[in-house]
């Protein structure tokens, strides 16, 4: 079983800065790519993607602003987040897919981090 930890969420100002961290553990043997998303009424929306080969994808409401991350000794993705804007405010979700060390396969989600921007 693979599970995914997120930390790193808050309240924060506009124009403030936050970074989310997504810790990946289990049996891992590789992992092909690790996404953010934020919830939106009825679905989830993708903010940022990055694959194994470290092709970064943004959604255009945040290119500029974010920045996703990996570590891949720690199993480890990050979302470096600056000039928040209240729109940004969202529940987050990581979620990440690859291979088990039995030659399977996973994908999962964290549990959601909390962003509020708000004076």
């Known amino acids: 079983q693979v599970q995914l930890v997120e930390s790193g969420g808050g309240l924060v100002q506009p124009g403030g800065s936050l970074r989310l961290s997504c810790a990946a553990s289990?049996?891992?043997?590789?992992?092909?790519?690790m996404c953010w998303y934020r919830q939106a009424p009825g679905k989830r929306v993708l903010v940022a993607a990055i694959?194994?080969?470290?092709?970064?994808n943004y959604a255009d409401s945040v290119k500029g602003r974010f920045t996703i991350s990996r570590d891949n000794a720690k199993n480890t993705f990050y979302l470096q987040m600056n000039s928040l804007k209240p729109e940004d405010t969202a529940v987050y979700y990581c979620?990440?897919?690859?291979?088990?060390?039995?030659?399977?396969?996973?994908?999962?989600w964290g549990q959601g981090t909390q962003v509020t921007v708000s004076s």
């Open positions: 289990g049996s891992i043997f590789s992992i092909n790519a």
């Open positions: 979620n990440a897919n690859g291979r088990t060390v039995v030659r399977g396969t996973f994908a999962a």
């Open positions: 694959t194994s080969d470290d092709i970064t």
